[in-house]
């Protein structure tokens, strides 16, 4: 049980993070007049991030905003732990010796890395990992030995960085990619790796099921997977603009990574072997996901699974009965709290309707109102964030209401996120099809030939197209570029 403190005069911070200028709260932007203002604002007013450090591409995490993310950590924790995925820490220093054991991953990467050197003449120079494999396949290679010692399957969360030089923005495009999680495993064959590949897609589904959202898997064009890798699936967020968010990817690396950073072992008949690896992350853009799906002209609208705060109890205070109903909300917290349930009781002197905005505002799921006449009556008023349904409960019930109402708010809000995704897509079957249905923030399906030519034509119809994946499945058509026969479904849209 806690309690926010009585007097404070202003919880929502009144600075709109884009533009620079000040708004009051209730001038929140419509979330489907602008996506993306909307965006920067909420995150702000909500209390998840403070974008102001002066460093670009980099922000502090809020304790709120800290809280919601360490929820989805936690969950990709247990289910990583429980498939018996070990949790490692590796350095954030990458010698140089490290990161050109691939070259073509060097040469990806050296203009995007932040360089470090030694504080003396001549000291030596490092990197700061934009990504893990250049950390952790040199000690693969000095703990593989033989097929006794795999398959090997560790993870660790941690921060990547990389100098983005595009238009940064919180959360989704960072300098400093924060609470990023990387699997990464070796097997003795490409079998292994492959089951292996098809656990990962498991555990995602899963993650994906915490914030309940429903993502678009793609195969990715092979020409964007990493050199040498056999494959990779991706993840897409479907935004309220109609952009895809690139949100995690199963990386089938093949021996390719293998091959260069010589991770070998021998076999049952002592033969030596290059190990077959998957690698697997994510991160942040998973709470990006939530955000942008669930949220409304109030602000954010939290799952359960991932909310801090469950339930906030708003005492209605009037002076005949103020002391009253104080003590019956601190009674239903104290109820809540001893079954688990995490929840505050807003004692702040402002008007009913400036708490509920606040709470509403953060995405608390469920708010239980306490005043005079739930004093006279007995019963509570409890008040759902996702569908502003209000119903009366006897306080005796209230713990298991509120724990069915929590289960129930996060289906009702995957169902709401389903049927808006199956809108997200509209097949065309020519150019000025594909081109009206991006304008009109749709997803683009089209068939595609595979070629490289027709996908660069795609990106050529509109600014900031691109077909960035195609589905898991065959599906028979004609390219919509060159209208031959082919056996492959793309999605275009215009992403992040």
């Known amino acids: 049980m806690s309690s926010e403190n009585k007097g404070e005069k202003s919880r929502v911070e009144n600075l709109d993070v884009e533009q620079g200028q000040e708004i009051l709260p209730e001038q929140l932007t419509a979330r489907k007049t602008d996506f993306s203002k909307w965006y920067n604002q909420v995150i702000q007013l909500a209390g998840l991030i403070d974008k102001r450090y002066n460093v670009k591409g980099c922000f502090v995490w809020l304790e709120y905003g800290y809280s919601v993310m360490l929820n989805i950590k936690k969950h990709w924790d247990e289910l990583f732990k429980k498939a018996g995925i070990k949790e490692l820490y590796f350095p954030l220093l990458v010698p140089l010796e490290y990161a050109k054991q691939n070259n073509d991953w060097f040469e990806g990467f050296k203009d995007q890395a932040f360089w470090v050197k030694g504080g003396v003449e001549g000291g030596e120079q490092y990197i700061l990992r934009p990504t893990g494999e250049p950390a952790m396949y040199p ?23 990389r100098y983005e030089t595009k238009h940064t923005r919180p959360l989704i495009r960072d300098r400093e990619i924060t609470v990023w999680h990387e699997i990464h495993t070796a097997h003795a064959s490409k079998l292994e790796a492959d089951e292996e590949a098809k656990l990962h897609e498991k555990l995602y589904d899963e993650l994906w099921r915490v914030i309940a959202v429903k993502p678009l898997k793609v195969w990715k064009p092979k020409w964007e997977v990493f050199p040498g890798a056999i494959g990779a ?26 091959k260069k950073f010589g991770i070998t072992f021998k076999d049952a008949n002592g033969e030596e072997k290059f190990a077959w690896q998957v690698c697997t992350g994510n991160g942040a853009r998973l709470l990006v996901a939530a955000i942008a799906t669930h949220g409304d002209d109030r602000g954010l609208v ?32 104290e109820m809540l709290s001893k079954a688990g349930i995490e929840n505050v009781v807003d004692l702040n002197d402002e008007t009913p309707g400036s708490k509920f905005y606040y709470w509403e505002l953060k995405g608390v799921p469920l708010r239980i109102e306490i005043g005079p006449e739930e004093l006279n009556t007995g019963e509570l008023t409890i008040f759902k964030r996702n569908d502003y349904k209000k119903l009366r409960v006897a306080k005796q019930q209230v713990v298991d209401v509120v724990k069915k109402l929590l289960v129930q708010i996060q289906e009702e809000l995957l169902v709401k996120a389903s049927e808006a995704f199956e809108k997200s897509f509209v097949e065309v ?9 991006v304008n009109n923030k749709k997803v683009a399906v089209v068939h595609w030939c595979g070629s490289g030519d027709c996908w660069d034509e795609i990106k050529n119809l509109a600014e900031g197209v691109e077909l960035f994946g195609t589905d898991l499945k065959p599906s028979k058509g004609k390219c919509v570029i060159c209208g031959k026969e082919c056996n492959s479904k793309g999605y275009v849209a215009k992403t992040y």
């Open 429 to 437: 079957n020519s150019k000025q099809e594909l081109v009206e249905a």
């Open 139 to 161: 000690m693969f290679k000095l703990w593989i030995r033989t097929h006794k010692d795999l398959p090997l399957r560790v993870y660790e969360t941690v921060s990547s960085f």
């Open 302 to 333: 939290l799952p359960p699974r991932i909310a801090p705060i469950k339930v906030v109890i708003v005492p209605i205070l009037f002076k005949d009965a103020k002391r009253e109903v104080e003590t019956l909300a601190l009674e239903v917290s």
């Open 233 to 258: 699936i991706e993840y897409y967020a479907i935004m309220p603009d109609g952009r895809a968010l690139e949100n995690g990817s199963i990386n089938l690396l093949g021996q390719a990574y293998a």
